[in-house]
């Protein structure tokens, strides 16, 4: 009764698919991740700009 820790072609192929999927999503994540980040900045910037005008808008009225 002995149970072989070697994986036959078949579940190696398998292995090496699913390995493969990994990296490609892991990648695909990190696309989203930097685009996330750069709309967020670009947001960001943009309530900053909207702020100022706001204040500058403000301190002009009075």
Do not use: F, N, P
């Amino acid at each position: 009764m002995s149970h072989s820790l070697s994986m036959d072609d078949d579940e190696l192929a398998k292995m090496k698919e699913l390995l493969e999927l990994a990296k490609i999503t892991e990648h695909q994540m990190k696309e989203v991740a930097d685009l996330t980040l750069e709309i967020d900045q670009k947001y960001e910037k943009r309530l900053a700009e909207i702020r100022v005008a706001e204040k500058m808008e403000t301190q002009g009225i009075e």
